[in-house]
Each structure stands twice: as C-alpha cells, then as structure tokens.
C-alpha cells in the first residue's frame, strides 16, 4: 500500500493542526471481527479473497474512522492511530480515499459512449508512437473514421460562415477600411444585421436563456422556409450542439428506471448514455437491416406493449433521420405512419433531424416530422415533436463551434416554462455557435455577392460525400462475409460482418466482443479507426462497425485497399 | 375543451391507419364511479372542486384508455369512443396530453435558479412595454443589475482576445497582407501558435473530450505562474463556461439524496439547482455577515455533524472565492484552515474560483485553493480540490463565448477515467471558448506589442470596477435601514436591507417574501433589476438583495439617486 493514500483519511505528520483520531482497542477488535464475519465463501481465487477481504476491511475502518474522528471515544484504554492501522487495517491496501469508483453515481458508472471508447484511446496511443517512434507501426498516419468530424480530416469550413464569425467576434473589423478588401460584401452586412439584433451589439453578453431573439427568428424563418410550414422563435432553444438539447429533454422527461424512451437499434450512442445518466430505461426497436434498416411501426408496437406490459411508462421516441450509425432516409408514408404512432399513443416523437443536410441519393429528400404532422393537419394540440439540428453535421461540419438548436413543439405553457428554467441554469449557449446556427438556417441567397462561391463550397463537398459514400459502400460490398446497405444519407456506412467461427472464438478467448476484436486488428494493421457495431447495438449474434464517409476523397482509394488487403488477410487468418 | 386536444389520445377521424379504442358499458360506468369515489372533501371552491374531478377523470380515463388500446375488451356489449367521452369524460376539460408537469422529473421541478427567476420574467415584460408605449413607466430603460454580464452593460471586451479570435475563426486572414494593417503583431502570432496546436488547425472540428492538448498546455503554465506550483496539462477539462463543470462533478458524486454536498448560504444558485437537479441534497453552511461574510470552520464542522447525524453522506464542501453574492475574499489563513477541514473529513473541495481576477481591496489577494493546498505540503494522495475558472468574469467578462475549464488533482485515475467518460458523451466544448480560456490565463506579457494597450485596458476596467463597487457600498450603507459589507471582490453587493414591519405585512399579503417585494417595488419604481436575497439564502428573518457593480461608471450616480430616492419613498410608505 502507498503511505500517502493512506494520509487521505488518517494523517501520521507531527502538524499541529491536525486532529488524530483515537480508537479504542475494543473497536478496533470489533471492526476486524466484523469484517472477518462477513467473509463470502464463494470468492473463487485466493486472489479474489485477498480484495474481497481489503475491501471490506477498507470500507467497515474508513465509516468508523469517520465516526470517530467526529467525538472521542469515553474509553481510557486507546490505540494511536498506527497500532489502529498494524491490527485492523493491516490487510487494507489503502484508508478511504475521498471519492472512489465505487461511491461515484451509479448511473455515471453505467454509462457508455463507443465513439470515443477504447479503441479511440488505443488509436491515440499508436498516434503518440508514430510520432515519438516514427517506423513503429505499419502505417503513417491514424485515420479517424470512427466519429462524424469532418473538419478534423481536412474539410474546409465555408468561408461566407467563417467571414461572419470573424467580424462578429471583433466587431470593431467593421469600422476599418481595409475590411472590405478581406470580406465579401454580404458578410458585412450579414455581420451588421446580426449585431444590430443583439442588445448593445455584445457579443460577449449572455443572451436570453433561448438565445439571441434575432437569431432565434432567422432560424424560424429558415425552418418556415425549408418546411412550409410556420415555426416560432419562441419555440426555438439554441443550444451548444444538439447533444445538451438530448440531455435536456432526457433530464425533463426522465424520473425513475420506470420511464424508459424508444430508441431504435442500432442507436447513435449519445442516447443510451444519456438515458443512463438520467436514470432512465432505453426501450429498443430494432431497424430492420434486410429493408435497408427499415423502420417498421408494427416493430415499435410491440416494444412499446411489452415495455408497458413490463410496467415501464414509454415516454418518447427516438427516430434518427437521416439514420445514425445506419445512414438511411425515411420515406415519407414511414414518417406519417411514425407520426400517428406517436399521436395515438402519447408519446414525445424526439426527432434527431442534424443530418438534415446530408442526403446522397436521388429517390429520397428530407422531410422534418413537423413537416410531416403539419401535412397530416397536426398542429401543437395533437402531439409534441422535438426537432434537434446541429452546425456540427450538413455540408458545414463545424463541430467545434458547438452550435445547435431544439424546436419544441406541442408542450403545454407549464411545461415550457419548466424548459426554459432548465435552460436559465446555464445562462445560455455560446453566441458564435448561435450565430452559426443561424446561418446555417439562412445561407447566402441568390443575388448575395457570396451566393456563387457558397454554392461551389456547399455542392462541392456534398457531391464529394456522396461519391466517397459509393465507393465505400461498394467497396465493402466487395469483400468477403461483408454486406453493407446503401448509404443514403447521413456520414456513415455500417456494414456488416460475417465473422469466421475461428475469429468469433479468438475474440471470446481475450475477453473481447468479436467486432471489437475486428476493429482492432483493422486498427493495429492499418491505422483505421471505426468503431465496433456492438457499441450502437445490433441484433445478437450479428457484428458491424460503423465508418464515416469523411477521409478526403484523394485518401479513399489508399484507405480501401488497406482495409480490402487487412480483410482478406484477417479472413484468411481465421478461416475455418 | 378543446377537441385538438382531445384528439391526443383518441383519434375520431376516419383516417384508415388509426385504431379506435373501444370500451364497455360496464367499465366506462365503473370509471366514472370510481373517480367520484375518490373526490376529496377538502376542496374549497367550486373551481377547486371542477379542476379535481377533471384531473382525476383524466388520468382514470387515460391509464385505462392506453391499456385498452392494446387489448381488446372480451364483452360483446361496446361503446364506441365518442359514447365513453360522453358518459365518463364529460368532466374532463381535456384528455391525456402526453407531457405535463405533473409527469415531469420531480428534480427539474424542484430546482430554482433566481438570477433569471420571476423578477427578470417581469423586467423582460416592463422592457417590452417600454418599446411599444415609450413613457409608459417612470424610467427610460431596463438596468439588469441582477446577473454578472458585463458586457450586456457596456463594457467592452479586450481587443488583443478578439483579435486572436477573430484570426482562429477566419484563419484565412492570415495569409492576407492587409491583416497586418488589422490586427497587432502578436495576435497574428498567437493565433499561428494556436493554430499549430490544433490537429489540421482545424478550428471546426471536434477536440479532445477534455479540449485541445495545446490550449491545455498554455493553460497549466498559466496556472503554475500565478500558484508557483506546477499545473497538468492532464489536470485540465475545458467546458462551457464554469457551470456545466460544476454539473459534471454533482453528476459525479450524488447518489441519492443522501449525499449531500456543503454549500455557504448565501449561495450562488446554480450550486442549489445542480444539486437538486441531481438528486442530492444541499447541506448548508451560513457566512457570518457580522465579520464580513466570514467563514468559520466551526461552523462548518458543526453542519457536517448536523448532516452526518442525519445519515447524510456529506461529498464535498464548496467554497467561492471571491464570493458569489457576498463580495469576501478570504484570508490565507482561512483558507489553510478550509483545506485541512477537507483533507481531514475526507470531503472533495470544490472551489468556485471564476472571480480570480476581481479583487478591489489592497489588503487581499487571490490564492487558488491548490496552491494552499501545495503550500502546506499536501499533495495528489493528501485531498481533491477541484477548481472551476470561467471566462465571463476577471476583467474579460466574456460571459456569451462560454469558455472556462476545471483543474481536478487528487482523484484516483479510475476516478478520473469515469470524469474523462462524461466528458466524452458531450464530445468537447466549444473551440473559441477553450481558445479564449487559454487567452486569459496567458495574456499578452512585457515586450509585445499588444502588452500596453492590453494592460491600459485591463486596469481601466479593474480600477472602475473597483470605484464602482466602492461608490455603491457607501450609497447603501448611506440608506436608512440599509447595511452593506465592504465589497472586496467579485462583481456584487449583497447589502441587507431591514424592513418595517408594514412592509412585511404587505408582502406577506401578496404571497411575496419581503425581499422579493421590495426588489419588485424597485424594478415598478427605478427600472433597476436586483435579485431577492431569498434567491440565494440568507439567515432566517434577515432580508437582503443581490445588486452587481457593473452598470457603466458613468450612470452609477443616477442609478444611486434613483435607488435613494425609491427607497426613502420606500420606507416612508412602509414606516411604522
């Protein structure tokens, strides 16, 4: 054990501020009666026994030692701190540290989140010896394609976008005559109407807890645009990326394990943990991978009745679309199928829209869900639709600015205001990912001097996403033992794996999830980074990975035949 | 009713796809029977009464609708739905909408936040009117002394800081000649030495979970040349802002309400909302405002005890300083005394450190708690202090970019693994954010270009802060029934205010605490927003107010006659 663990609870030092506590012999003979007693026989190894018995050992002195150190024993007969120590804590390997994994919240514990999970931290550790032992692996490079970040593999950012930020970080730009040589025309303006819409033009303020009202309007009207439908600035909550609006609506809706959210699997991981962290019950349903991971809602009745029949209230549902990790885009009569499952039986329709943008192929369009309940002649009295959107995702990919947006529909006025409370706690989301979320709903209209190059900027790398989506997808349509379904939209391909029994059992031998086990090895013999299908869910007994479609298209093909040759080499090696 | 909502759980269109439930006589009428049973005679008036049975005939109603949607009936004798609506339902002024707030997460009703509470909901609306009916109330604008924005009130941000921001948001400026005519020399440099710690220079992308490696570095020596002790890089999680830092430790440590987690009283309220949003239980401690707001480790020991006694499982202490709302900064001594208090009970110390820079009196000065920590020779194994910094206060006060970061020594690495998962799940916090939050921890320094313009700008806010502050406390100590302790540091005031007893009386009369009275006379009267010390706590039968310094130096004189005047007008109305 470590002496200076052992000075969090009991401190030996001779300084004069500090209390002792004193311990009867009697205790302190109780407390390892105590502990002996509650020896379990059914610990296997001696080695089990061992940090069964520490523990308990740790965990009976460090609630006495605390009781103690509070009021002094009335005995006469006391032992220093060390004899407590050499006779009870003797077979402790270390006192009560403050805070340890066992006394953190339960709920924290539970949580999981793959798309940054091991195989993220393996990747960054080979990333460290490529570059302190250039020559140490049989890569150059570590190639992230396990989380949707398209700037961090080379995208460009939208210059008309990044124009306005700048002037709107350093507003006195706008003063200076050399600023209309560096910025278009339409950003200056652009920059103008947005400062003017802020109170006192500060960028640096806390907005209102929804975000800036005029920015919340130009989303609206962006919204009524792309819908045809009207949308309400007061519905709007600006947010620092759609992942804290989950959160948000996952901490309102959410009171004990009896409430549990429908969400499809696979899932994008952000839900599960955050169902975990609000105490909450994940309810699946399963997407449908022979229909394209289809979306049945005969599927979601019965996961709904078993849930209920189970005793759990089903308080909402997740639809992804376009899908996460699965990359596929709902047809409309799907849509207004969903809508009427929702309306008839009460539940919240929380619609993750951020890959709203990102559609690659030609028989398919986005259609937001209020778009949908709106076309059906639902308004707000009918169902409540929760939309999330994002500056992180689209052809914009500005993850880093942490810019998103809910709009919430069909809450009473008392349950809105419990929203915006929760909203106030933390003041209000960062200003630049407001003004970027606002941008993104209004880009550059024809006639802008902007319009022309945003326009090149925008198509150019939605027309580049989709060919790098074919050629992945056909590529992994290419490989043994692999079917991938089309990529419709979003940024990922989850193809799956049949997995030679060999591999499966080598997996199972070193404690691994046989897809963990895949990505692994695919890691280790490429520098490829994805991420195993067991971490978005899957139907037992099959295996997937989730890839993004993000490496710049010059990379596609060298990332390819790594992945075709390390396939074939891993098929080989464990060929039955 | 409403037949829109009505429509939420039983559907009579004749669209194809919906199920209509269907119910039996019998147990329609054992419905109705049943919540009649259960009306309660307590109920005072007639409307009581009706909103009862309507409540109770709703959910009756509705648990037994959601379950007959899924199981038909076994008796042939049926009703159709519109006949059980009108037999059972009649009563019910709506049916079961599938979100209201008595189905909500009883934590997010419990939490309060008063600093955005119902007195800005008021002033918002007094701001309206004044927009739409100039003249229409005895004052020409809206003064929000009640949140710590400075920027919302005039002052203006630090030129070399947006410089560089503005330079990382368009790094396309950098290649531009005409940037050398824009910017400084030294935030063309900055922002190049930024840019080169960003993977790519990708200043669109996703970071590390904890922020930017590099950012992290700067911000370690920052905090290792203001303590003298050394800082991680590992140490560090930049977050948005302060506050969803503080979040993310609560999430940690609380259980169940059980654990509680020592806050002074008064408090700043976002530690009371995070608790409650939590589950766990605030175990309070109380300032003594007779010695300045002192903070007496007996007092501390004393409500420990109190809470252990209780079976509370007491997690941590949280201190500010320099205080939030009571303006003390505390003395080193003390705060030795606070350390070993933690150390020896075994309590996290979790140090709202965010007023750092505002400190407006000669005969103190900040110490971070870990530097007292490591001053006493107390090291990683000896306690864990968690420090939180922000970049809305200081001398910035750029509240609106929501950067800041928290420094956690003192976990064990498992610990620190399950801080680092959390993280994760929110992916990272916003890139101009972390980039500012290192910006104010390395400003520019003797030598560079910007040093002088940056320190002119820096002290002219300080020293006005600092006359503000002082020109206030004297206005309110000036004030009949009025005493304000001396404002040392942070951004308020917290004067008590002793109110005659008419004045309680007609607050009480009105369901009003007396503060939040006499703040809502303000606001009618002045204009002036400050929030009710009941807002933050305050020793039983004492009534204070929170007022901040920042209003612009040149409107503090009107804003002190205005207040004068309204709170003789006050107390005269009010005398005994």
Redesign the interface.
């Known amino acids: 054990m470590?002496a200076?663990?052992c000075?969090?609870?009991i401190?030996f030092s001779p300084?004069p501020?500090?209390?002792t506590p004193l311990v009867s012999r009697d205790t302190a003979s109780l407390i390892t009666k105590r502990f002996l007693r509650n020896i379990k026989p059914s610990y296997g190894s001696s080695g089990e026994m061992r940090r069964f018995v520490t523990e308990k050992a740790r965990r009976v002195l460090?609630s006495y030692l605390?009781?103690s150190?509070?009021s002094q024993p009335s005995s006469s007969s006391l032992l220093p701190p060390v004899a407590l120590y050499s006779t009870a804590a003797a077979m402790a390997s270390k006192l009560?540290?403050?805070?340890?994994?066992e006394?953190?919240?339960?709920?924290?514990?539970k949580?999981?989140?793959a798309?940054?999970g091991k195989i993220v931290t393996h990747a960054q550790r080979l990333q460290e010896e490529l570059q302190t032992q250039p020559g140490s692996h049989p890569f150059d490079e570590i190639l992230y394609c396990n989380?949707g970040?398209?700037?961090?593999?080379?995208q460009q950012?939208i210059?008309f976008f990044?124009?306005v930020?700048?002037?709107a970080?350093?507003p006195?730009?706008l003063d200076?005559s050399?600023?209309a040589?560096?910025f278009s025309s339409d950003s200056i303006q652009r920059a103008w109407e947005i400062l003017d819409g802020i109170?006192?033009r500060?960028?640096?303020?806390?907005?209102h807890?929804q975000g800036v009202k005029g920015l919340r309007d130009a989303i609206a009207a962006g919204i009524a645009a792309r819908d045809g439908f009207p949308s309400n600035a007061d519905d709007i909550f600006l947010t620092?990326?759609a992942?804290?609006a989950v959160?948000m609506m996952m901490?309102?809706?959410?009171?004990t394990e009896k409430d549990g959210i429908l969400c499809p699997i696979p899932q994008y991981p952000?839900y599960s943990?955050?169902i975990a962290?609000?105490g909450g019950s994940l309810v699946p349903y399963y997407l449908d991978e022979a229909t394209g991971w289809g979306l049945e809602t005969s599927e979601l009745k019965k996961q709904l009745?078993e849930a209920?029949s189970k005793g759990t209230t089903v308080?909402a549902l997740v639809i992804i679309n376009p899908g996460n990790p699965t990359g596929q885009v709902l047809a409309e009569e799907n849509q207004r199928?969903i809508v009427?499952f929702c309306?008839?039986?009460?539940?919240?329709l929380l619609a993750d829209e951020v890959y709203q943008e990102n559609i690659y192929v030609d028989d398919k369009s986005f259609n937001s869900f209020k778009k949908i309940a709106r076309s059906m002649g639902y308004?707000?009295?009918?169902?409540?639709v929760v939309s999330f959107q994002s500056v992180?995702k689209g052809y914009y990919?500005?993850?880093?600015?942490?810019g998103g947006y809910m709009e919430i529909t069909?809450?009473?006025a008392?349950?809105r205001e419990?929203i915006y409370?929760?909203a106030?706690?933390?003041?209000?989301?960062?200003?630049?990912?407001q003004i970027l979320a606002s941008l993104v709903m209004n880009p550059p209209k024809v006639g802008d001097e902007s319009y022309e190059s945003y326009m090149a900027e925008k198509d150019g790398i939605l027309e580049s996403l989709a060919r790098r989506a074919k050629a992945l997808e056909d590529a992994f349509n290419s490989m043994e033992g692999v079917t991938c379904n089309r990529a419709e939209g979003a940024m990922y391909l989850f193809p799956r794996i049949h997995l030679p029994r060999k591999a499966i059992d080598a997996a199972t031998a070193t404690n691994n999830a046989p897809d963990a086990f895949y990505c692994q090895r695919l890691l280790e013999a490429t520098g490829i980074v994805v991420v195993p299908g067991s971490g978005f869910g899957q139907v037992p007994g099959t295996w997937h990975f989730r890839c993004t479609i993000l490496p710049q298209e010059d990379k596609i093909p060298a990332i390819i035949s790594r992945f075709k040759a390390f396939h074939e080499s891993f098929m080989s090696e464990f060929s039955n």
Chains 1, 2 share one sequence.
């Open positions: 470590s200076g663990r000075k969090a609870s401190d300084k501020k500090i209390q460090s605390l009781s150190s509070r009560n540290p403050p805070v340890t994994v006394t953190l919240n339960p709920k924290v514990l949580c999981e989140y798309v940054r989380i970040n398209p700037q961090s593999l080379g950012p210059t990044r124009e930020l700048a002037l970080d350093h006195t730009l200076k050399e600023t040589a560096l109170p006192g500060a960028t640096g303020a806390y907005s807890s620092d990326g992942s804290p959160h901490q309102l809706l959410l009171r952000l943990a955050s962290l609000h009745e209920r308080r199928q009427e309306k008839n039986e009460g539940l919240v308004g707000e009295e009918d169902l409540a992180s990919g500005e993850c880093g600015k942490r069909g809450f009473s008392d349950v419990q409370k929760v106030s706690v933390n003041l209000c989301s960062n200003i630049s990912g």
